[in-house]
């Protein structure tokens, strides 16, 4: 049985990978993949998007979406990804264009058009908030978000906010507001789930896939002698192998000002919030599996 998805993305070293993780796994059912700024701007993220897709030969519709947050400045992260958000690797300028609809409109018409569908957020979530504000009856037709984002231990931005988070925090708090059922895959694990030097020397002698991925990944900047995060890719991994993450449910709140904005706030004790919950919150992952993993499904993909 597979498990159909969405993905909103802002592609991005990471995202591409996880974009990679999930267009090829026969037991996800990617329907539509929407575009947001925030690793770069939007026209980056919505053609990169397509590089990915083409690549692998897909016809998998692609629609971009919000230029901006909702409220906040924007300010990416090219510093991370590179001015392209996808340095490493030539994929050519035949790659073909977005569907001719907004990020919101695809969202809700393929959302209403299944049952049980999985959004897996690994940018901003101006788009998901968007579309919850405009089209609340999507709602009841999500069966989880899987969103990569947050922090509980320190951030990346700040020392208290994720970049997620930090880019739209108002959004966020839609989003974690809404009543639908939230996995938060955040720094807690993402930070651990390092790709090894080993891993990465290994992926690019696998096969034109893993050759791409090297590309990119070692034109990372992010991480250090330890490994490099893939940040994304944890959220798809999650959905498949949720048995390799420690979990715990708690409500999650999200600051949107003053110094501490895009923080995101768990309340351990549930002690504010009548014991209630929003979210089910990823806090420790087995590193060695998700190497393990990341190779094994490299290798699969012809």
Not at 144 to 160: D, E, K, L, R
Not at 189 to 197: G, M, W
Not at 226 to 255: C, S
């Amino acid at each position: 049985m597979t498990t159909k998805i969405i993905m909103d993305t802002d592609p991005g070293i990471d995202d591409a990978a996880a974009l990679t993780m999930a267009i090829n796994n026969p037991s996800l059912d990617l329907k539509l993949i929407t575009t947001v700024a925030g690793n770069v701007t939007v026209d980056k993220t919505t053609a990169n998007a397509l590089k990915i897709v083409h690549f692998f030969g897909k016809d998998i519709p692609v629609a971009a979406g919000a230029e901006q947050p909702l409220i906040k400045p924007f300010e990416d992260a090219a510093r991370i990804h590179g001015e392209s958000g996808m340095p490493g690797y030539d994929f050519g300028t035949d790659y073909g264009k977005p569907i001719d609809k907004s990020a919101v409109e695809a969202l809700r018409d393929a959302i209403m058009a299944e049952d049980e569908v999985v959004l897996v957020p690994t940018g901003s979530y101006t788009n998901i908030a968007l579309l919850f504000s405009e089209y609340p009856e999507v709602k009841s037709h999500i069966k989880q978000i899987v969103a990569m984002g947050g922090s509980f231990s320190g951030g990346n931005m700040t020392s208290a906010a994720e970049f997620n988070v930090f880019t739209d925090p108002d959004a966020a708090k839609i989003m974690y507001n809404a009543g639908v059922p939230i996995v938060t895959v955040g720094l807690d694990v993402t930070l651990k789930a390092l790709l090894t030097a080993d891993t990465i020397e290994k992926l690019g002698k696998l096969n034109k896939t893993g050759e791409m991925l090297h590309g990119l990944i070692t034109h990372y900047n992010d991480g250090s002698d330890a490994g490099r995060p893939m940040h994304d890719v944890n959220t798809i991994f999650y959905l498949l192998h949720p048995e390799a993450f420690t979990t715990k449910d708690m409500w999650v709140d999200v600051q949107t000002d003053g110094p501490a904005i895009g923080a995101t706030v768990g309340d351990v004790r549930a002690a504010y919030h009548d014991g209630k919950t929003n979210a089910k919150v990823c806090l420790d992952i087995d590193a060695d599996a998700f190497n393990k993993w990341f190779l094994e499904e490299v290798s699969k993909i012809k």
